[in-house]
């Protein structure tokens, strides 16, 4: 059973770093992306960044320049610096991991952690 554990939330003050991470356990046949996405309050859950295995990236505009998302070489792990912190990145942070269990599966199964808070006071 694939289970993905998000850390690295919390408080943060202006002008400061964020790092989080996403590990999965649980094996799967291959990987098509992983990222992160955020949520704020009465807001559609928004992208920040994705990664696939190859290193290509896609990455919203309000985080150009200040992030860097990588994932490890088992592609188990993802994880994103976002810099320079503003108190508008303050929201839910949500790890994807889009995935594909087995050689003869029908295509890929998104799988979202459970979201882990980010605090950036004003």
């Known amino acids: 059973q694939v289970r993905l554990v998000e850390s690295g939330g919390g408080f943060v003050q202006p002008g400061g770093s964020l790092r989080l991470s996403c590990a999965r356990s649980?094996?799967?046949?291959?990987?098509?992306?992983m990222g992160w996405y955020r949520q704020t309050r009465g807001k559609e859950r928004e992208l920040v960044a994705t990664?696939?295995?190859?290193?290509?990236?896609i990455s919203a505009v309000f985080v150009k320049g200040r992030l860097t998302i990588s994932m490890d070489n088992a592609k188990t792990t993802v994880t994103l610096q976002l810099n320079h912190l503003k108190a508008e990145d303050t929201a839910v942070y949500y790890c994807?991991?889009?995935?594909?269990?087995?050689?003869?599966?029908?295509?890929?199964?998104?799988?979202w952690g459970p979201g882990t808070p980010v605090n950036v006071p004003s």
């Open positions: 994807l991991q889009e995935i594909q269990y087995y050689k003869c599966s029908s295509g890929y199964v998104e799988h």
């Open positions: 990664i696939t295995p190859r290193g290509d990236t």
């Open positions: 649980g094996s799967v046949f291959s990987v098509k992306r």
